[in-house]
């Protein structure tokens, strides 16, 4: 049940909680782990560590929806969304690994909130709960962060860069914090490991080095029921070996139902989640307070060449033969070669080019550019390849003769792919 998905338009979540949400599932969060050394832990008891943690994902996961949303960057919704957290400090848990990992969340949650917080000090803006948070971090003996706050406000006058900084500082503490959250999804396999199935549709589409804004992402529920108070765990495999984990809370899932999210290639300040490098596979598990269903979907070789075969299908190349000559001031020798521009796709992510020159031989004469890191060219822009090659070997092109033919073979990344276009 799972086919590529090419993403469009690219959108970001943003945390929805108002003050007033965030009160009623800090309050219904809180009455749970704080009562749940008491209750019994058997079977699917909801009281046990199965509904802790999804009282966890509640808070601290993001939400998903069914239409897409555009990307917002904002504030106050991020510091509503982590001040619900951060209110639950100190909370107790029974269950020992989940413990853990809610701490570790704590403890990255705060540092965001600094960062924040001396944000909102300077711009002088006044989230709920901004002045329950200062009075906590100064009984936690914070008057560096004080001083740091004192600092920033002296920079900011003097330049703009520091709300940059700042807003880098904050990005760099919140992907702290999304790994921390992402370890609830260890929490979960070892509550309820799960069989990988077709229960779950995954229509996955990489962002391909930036060609598109963001990795796509759509889920499909195929279970045959809908899903109540459900947790998500997104985790993204990389071909180079490493992993990511989004968590995400769904309070209902209808059977047949899609929800969707983007992963950014370039985020902002306030937004989580973010695209993979070169993604290898992606495994979602719905986790309810009945069990958890789990499926795959793997970015075969077979999947990137489909991608990459249907978005060169609309490629046009046009470009001519550039002769050599020497510049007559300079002296300068300019090599033979030729001239093209791309048109029919927005840009191309290119690994080589390879140009060929039919110059009456059996065979043509080819010259390769390698680009180092994948090089992305953008429709409508004019690029020269010029190479003293084709002026060498049994197949040289002779002084002021053109070519025959030219064709030109462009090596896409992470695909055995080709576009073979030939000039004329």
């Known amino acids: 049940m799972s086919s590529n998905h090419f993403p469009c338009r690219p959108f970001s979540l943003r945390s929805n909680l108002t003050a007033a949400r965030c009160l009623l599932a800090l309050t219904a969060l809180a009455f749970c782990l704080c009562t749940s050394r008491a209750a019994g832990q058997t079977g699917d008891n909801l009281s046990g560590p199965r509904q802790q943690l999804l009282d966890a994902v509640r808070l601290a996961g993001a939400p998903l929806f069914v239409h897409p949303r555009d990307p917002d960057d904002d504030f106050n919704d991020q510091w509503n969304r982590l001040f619900a957290i951060y209110q639950l400090r100190s909370a107790s848990i029974s269950d020992p ?3 853990q990992a809610w701490s570790d969340i704590e403890s990255q949650t705060k540092q965001c909130l600094l960062v924040l917080y001396r944000i909102a000090q300077i711009d002088n803006a006044k989230p709920s709960g901004l002045e329950i948070f200062a009075e906590a971090i ?3 003996n914070s008057q560096q962060a004080k001083d740091q706050t004192n600092k920033d406000a002296v920079n900011w006058l003097l330049s703009e860069a520091a709300m940059g900084m700042l807003r880098s500082q904050f990005r760099s503490a919140e992907l702290n914090l999304e790994n921390s959250i992402g370890e609830l999804a260890s929490v979960a396999g070892n509550l309820s490991p799960s069989q990988d ?7 996955f589409g990489p962002s391909w080095d930036g060609t ?7 889920l499909t529920n195929f279970s045959g029921a809908a899903m109540d108070d459900a947790a998500i765990f997104v985790t993204v495999r990389e071909a180079s070996g490493s992993s990511r984990v989004h968590v995400y809370s769904v309070s209902h899932w209808d059977n047949g139902g899609t929800l969707a999210v983007n992963y950014p290639v370039s985020s902002g300040s306030y937004i989580p989640g973010e695209a993979a490098g070169t993604p290898a596979s992606v495994t979602v598990t719905a986790m309810t307070a009945n069990g958890s269903i789990s499926s795959t979907f793997n970015l075969t070789q077979q999947v990137w060449d489909s991608m990459a075969r249907a978005y060169c299908d609309p490629l046009k190349v046009s470009g001519h033969f550039l002769g050599g000559y020497t510049e007559d001031q300079t002296n300068q020798v300019y090599s033979p070669g030729v ?4 048109a029919g796709v927005s840009k191309l992510p290119i690994k080589s080019v390879t140009v060929y020159f039919w110059t009456g031989g059996a065979e043509p004469l080819g010259v390769t550019w390698n680009m180092g890191s994948d090089e992305m060219h953008q429709s409508g822009q004019i ?8 002026e060498q070997g049994d197949n040289a092109l002779s002084a002021g003769s053109a070519p025959q033919h030219i064709a030109l073979v462009f090596n896409l990344p992470d695909t055995s ?8």
Do not use: K, N
């Not at 199935?197 to 229509?203: E, L």
């Not at 598109?212 to 759509?218: E, G, I, K, V, Y």
């Not at 792919?417 to 004329?424: A, D, L, N």
């Open 197 to 203: 199935s077709a229960a779950i549709g995954i229509q």
């Open 138 to 140: 100064t009984s936690d």
């Open 339 to 342: 001239e093209f521009t791309l």
């Open 417 to 424: 792919y080709q576009q073979v276009v030939r000039i004329y």
């Open 383 to 390: 690029y020269d390849l010029r190479s003293p090659l084709f």
């Open 97 to 99: 690994q989940l413990d």
């Open 212 to 218: 598109w804004d963001a990795d796509s992402l759509q």
